[in-house]
């Protein structure tokens, strides 16, 4: 036991933990950082991450400033690029780089604001490259001359026949193909008052096709113009107005677009109505008489005069005007917004009878006299004598 007197052994620690100090043996040093050099590596590390952060923000600043990428031009192979409708420059730009038509969606849009014609790009296709400068690619799209179209015209009083044979010729497509596209009418839009026959439906214009305008979308177009005609002339309150369903207006209408011109065409669809309306008139007996319709059951181009016996030869056909009286089953043509509009608003008068006595001219005199009928039948007689290469 220590003499409590006595001061505690220098062997052992006074907090009870290893010796203090042991003879013959080193006491080892902890290491440590210099206070000065600690100073000099957190200077470092600060200084680094300012460097990063101010290089950062330069690139930043120069990226700002610095003009956006862009090809010099003038571009490489072909895109046919399309322009749909509602799209804005942005996204036309957007989709020019999507496209490898431009380098940046930048660029085209500084070079789209610079042009004071971009505002009216028009909808459709354009014939662009790959790596065009974006002010040559907005030079291509602001002109509507560049739209890339395959231009069909179909002219009024066209049957679908015809029309088809256009479609063929004009376009990248067979017959066939626009035959099973009109034997689906569900797809192409038809009214249900057609009862699936085109016939009269297939609007006469002039369409501009796209490049990747398939038979469906060219035939659906006519149909698509067709209604716009028909609202226009408010072809199914019309029908309601005159008593006859929308169907037999565009029947009226077919035939008007078949026999009539210009300002005659109000008159001739009066003659049709007053002929239909009045079946037991003595004169005419509900039988309507037009040429056209025979011609149409004849399967034949429209001629001016009929004889006897083609008319005899389909004497039971629904299109003999002839033999069987009032309107036929559907339109023989396509009618156009001239015989749209003269079924929907006729003329007021009591004639029964027109006559085209100069084939030329189209000269069409009208008559409710069987007598005054004749006389005018003796004029085209006259003029097929003299004019017989047109009759």
């Not at 239909?276 to 037009?290: M, S």
């Not at 006595?357 to 069987?370: I, N, P, R």
């Amino acid at each position: 036991m220590s003499d409590p007197s006595h001061p505690s052994d220098p062997l052992l620690p006074v907090d009870g933990g290893s010796p203090a100090y042991e003879p013959g043996r080193r006491r080892r040093k902890r290491r440590s950082l210099p206070g000065c050099l600690a100073v000099l590596v957190a200077l470092a590390i600060v200084a680094g991450g300012l460097w990063f952060g101010v290089t950062r923000g330069v690139s930043w600043i120069e990226d700002q400033f610095a003009d956006p990428e862009d090809f010099a031009g003038p571009g490489r192979g072909k895109v046919s690029f399309e322009v749909s409708d509602g799209d804005s420059s942005a996204q036309i730009c957007r989709n020019l780089k999507a496209s490898g038509v431009v380098a940046s969606v930048q660029a085209c849009i500084d070079a789209a604001a610079a042009d004071p014609d971009s505002p009216g790009i028009q909808v459709g296709f354009y014939p662009l490259k790959k790596e065009m400068a974006s002010e040559e690619a907005i030079d291509v799209l602001v002109d509507p001359a560049n739209i890339i179209t395959n231009a069909v015209t179909i002219p009024e009083g066209y049957n679908v026949d015809q029309v088809v044979e256009v479609l063929a010729d004009r376009t990248d497509f067979n017959a066939s193909d626009f035959e099973r596209v009109l034997d689906q009418p569900d797809r192409i839009g038809l009214p249900d008052y057609a009862d699936g026959n085109p016939e009269g439906y297939l609007f006469p214009s002039t369409y501009s096709f796209g490049p990747n305008a398939k038979p469906l979308d060219m035939i659906t177009a006519m149909v698509d113009r067709w209604r716009q005609a028909a609202d226009d002339a408010g072809l199914e309150e019309a029908a309601e107005r005159l008593g006859y369903t929308p169907h037999e207006l565009m029947t009226v209408a077919s035939l008007v677009e078949a026999e009539g011109r210009g300002e005659d065409m109000p008159k001739v669809a009066r003659v049709i109505y007053n002929r239909v309306e009045n079946p037991d008139n003595g004169i005419t007996n509900g039988l309507l008489q037009v040429d056209a319709a025979v011609n149409y059951a004849l399967g034949k181009e429209p001629i001016a005069r009929l004889t006897t016996d083609e008319i005899d030869s389909v004497a039971d056909s629904p299109y003999n005007t002839y033999k069987q009286p009032g309107l036929p089953p559907g339109p023989i043509e396509a009618p156009g917004d001239a015989a749209i509009e003269a079924a929907t608003t006729p003329a007021d008068g009591p004639w029964l009878f027109y006559v085209t006595v100069d084939l030329g001219t189209g000269e069409t005199k009208f008559t409710d006299s069987y007598d005054e009928f004749l006389s005018f039948r003796d004029e085209l007689d006259e003029y097929c004598a003299t004019q017989s290469d047109r009759c």
